[in-house]
């Protein structure tokens, strides 16, 4: 029975499309911090680094994130703080700004 809830929940969560809000980690002090929603697929495991697409428009990478493109091998990782984790209510807001 529990397996068979984990399971549903699983296909639940993989139906919604979830997204944090990272801060990205300047590597230079005099560098400002920028704060995104990005899918979360694009974060490390340990959740401190974060996938960016080598896209030069600001529109391919506002699709990138909203169609959730799975990171590739050619994007930059960079040092990341996320800030919350919630569903396309940060899509949302993003846009907003």
Do not use: H
Not at 21 to 27: D, Q, R
Not at 32 to 48: C, H
Not at 57 to 64: H, L, P, T
């Amino acid at each position: 029975m529990v397996l068979i809830i984990v399971f549903v929940v699983k296909l639940w969560l993989a139906a919604i499309k979830m997204f944090a809000v990272v801060k990205f980690v300047p590597s230079d002090p005099d560098d400002f911090e920028e704060v995104e929603a990005v899918p979360i697929t694009w974060l490390s495991p340990g959740k401190t680094r974060c996938s960016w697409p080598a896209l030069k428009s600001g529109d391919a990478i506002s699709r990138a994130i909203k169609n959730q493109l799975a990171p590739s091998s050619t994007w930059n990782m960079y040092k990341a703080d996320v800030m919350k984790i919630c569903g396309m209510t940060c899509w949302n807001f993003s846009i907003e700004k």
